[in-house]
T-cell receptor, first 117, second 114 residues
Framework: EAQVTQNPRYLITVTGKKLTVTCSQN?????MSWYRQDPGLGLRQIYY???????DKGDVPEGYKVSRKEKRNFPLILESPSPNQTSLYFC????????????????FGPGTRLTVL | KNQVEQSPQSLIILEGKNCTLQ??????????LRWYKQDTGRGPVSLTI?????NTKSNGRYTATLDADTKQSSLHITASQLSDSASYIC?????????????FGGGTRLMVKP
């Protein structure tokens, strides 16, 4: 089954304790992205990756790191989490970031609810 | 600055009724517009994608329209069902070569009551 998986689904942690949220897709997609969703603000992009070893900042990258060492995985790293990073996080992937001939959809993971105390 | 505005913010309708959700955008250059359905606690799922040349597209009981001149889109839901209760998100893609090309609307939260 084609899917995007995230782990963990729920996490409660304390300020300053490094954590990693994993994201994996089995569709051989080139493009992967991380979003956070907060009430009243909608989905905001944190980082994206257009292919292996190619990553770039989205709209709200501060306090986050990512890596793309292999095509299927795109972990989100919080080196020193703070309470303002309490949010619902979504990983997404698509075949490419954009094609001229056709428009592809973006598949979202189930979400990770993070609470930083 | 690219922006996507959705209205209404929330909507309550009775099962079986129709409803229309609105999306206005100021994204340039425009590439495509997507509607997503997001159930509570789940990731968004794509309903439709429309490019500049398309002005209507259907997916079952969901019909999206696009007016690229006025930069408006609507999502019409016919014969609503309880399972349509969700947030509906309008997403506009900018026609540039950067990967951060998606601008998300704040969503419309729809509740369908029996």
């Amino acid at each position: 089954e084609a899917q995007v998986t995230q782990n963990p689904r729920y996490l409660i942690t304390v300020t300053g304790k490094k954590l990693t949220v994993t994201c994996s897709q089995n569709m051989n997609h080139e493009y992967m992205s991380w979003y956070r969703q907060d009430p009243g603000l909608g989905l905001r992009q944190i980082y994206y990756s257009m292919n292996v070893e190619v990553t770039d900042k989205g709209d709200v990258p501060e306090g986050y790191k990512v890596s793309r060492k292999e095509k299927r995985n795109f972990p989100l790293i919080l080196e020193s989490p703070s309470p303002n990073q309490t949010s619902l996080y979504f990983c997404a992937s698509s075949f490419s970031f954009r094609t001229a001939e056709w428009v592809d959809t973006q598949y979202f993971g189930p979400g990770t609810r993070l609470t930083v105390l | 600055k690219n922006q996507v505005e959705q209205s209404p913010q929330s909507l309550i309708i009775l099962e079986g009724k129709n409803c229309t959700l609105q999306c206005n955008y100021t994204v340039s250059p425009f590439s495509n517009l997507r509607w997503y359905k997001q159930d509570t606690g789940r990731g968004p799922v794509s309903l439709t994608i429309m490019t500049f040349s398309e002005n209507t597209k259907s997916n079952g009981r969901y019909t999206a329209t696009l007016d690229a001149d006025t930069k408006q889109s609507s999502l019409h839901i016919t014969a609503s069902q309880l399972s349509d209760s969700a947030s509906y998100i309008c997403v506009v893609s900018a026609g540039n070569n950067a990967g951060n090309m998606l601008t998300f609307g704040g969503g419309t939260r729809l509740m369908v009551k029996p």
